[in-house]
T-cell receptor
Framework: GAGVSQSPRYKVAKRGQDVALRCDPI?????LFWYQQALGQGPEFLTY????????KSGLPSDRFFAERPEGSVSTLKIQRTQQEDSAVYLC???????????FGQGTRLTVV | GESVGLHLPTLSVQEGDNSIINCAYS??????FIWYKQESGKGPQFIID?????DKRQGQRVTVLLNKTVKHLSLQIAATQPGDSAVYFC????????????FGKGTHLIIQP
């Protein structure tokens, strides 16, 4: 079946704009994660959903970042009033359950100018 | 600070040789470890995992070794091929209900012809 799908693949935003990044996880996967990957660094955890419940948002860097998964499948990561330091690749991953193999999407590369 | 780290940022090996990529972790509560491969412009790809009740696990051309005494993880790739060129990350999941993976900074594996 299809893997994790993210859209858009690339996004250029002017500083101060709001952006919304979409993640379509693998069908039936309970767990969904968002990560932020700066250039030359490893991914850093942002937030975790189990079905529609956001169980951990400790990695969100500021209150400008918001994520949702209202029906327990597709998830959206929203960044309000984007800043240049938000420029990164945003990766989504899903797994059947927590602490099982996580499959990553190709990511959305956000550039804030 | 990060609890997972890698010893070398870049590793260059001859095609056909074996590669060993090392990783140190500091959180003794971690109970699940994963190696990911990330090619340029792509999301991390699962290679192999190991749980803390094991010290060795083998896959196709890859072996992961876990030494809990010194909190060390390694990935061995046998008979490296050009397609093995990528950045390799070790990642851990802590026990006790912690969510999400903690990634190290990565090792860039370069295969010389």
């Amino acid at each position: 079946g299809a893997g994790v799908s993210q859209s858009p693949r690339y996004k250029v935003a002017k500083r101060g704009q709001d952006v919304a990044l979409r993640c379509d996880p693998i069908s039936g996967h309970v767990s969904l994660f968002w990560y932020q990957q700066a250039l030359g660094q490893g991914p850093e955890f942002l937030t975790y959903f189990q079905n529609e419940a956001q169980l951990d948002k400790s990695g969100l860097p500021s209150d400008r970042f918001f994520a949702e998964r209202p029906e327990g499948s597709v998830s959206t990561l929203k960044i309000q009033r984007t800043q240049q330091e938000d420029s990164a690749v945003y990766l989504c991953a899903s797994s059947l359950y927590q602490n099982t193999e996580a499959f990553f999407g190709q990511g959305t590369r956000l550039t804030v100018v | 600070g990060e609890s997972v780290g890698l010893h070398l940022p870049t590793l260059s090996v001859q095609e056909g040789d074996n590669s060993i990529i090392n990783c140190a972790y500091s959180n003794s509560a971690s109970d699940y470890f994963i190696w990911y491969k990330q090619e340029s412009g792509k999301g991390p790809q699962f290679i192999i995992d190991i749980r803390s009740n094991m010290d060795k696990r083998q896959g196709q051309r890859v072996t992961v070794l876990l030494n809990k005494t010194v909190k060390h993880l390694s990935l061995q790739i046998a008979a490296t091929q050009p397609g093995d060129s990528a950045v390799y990350f070790c990642a851990e999941i802590q026990g006790g209900g912690a969510d999400g993976l903690t990634f190290g900074k990565g090792t860039h594996l370069i295969i010389q012809p």
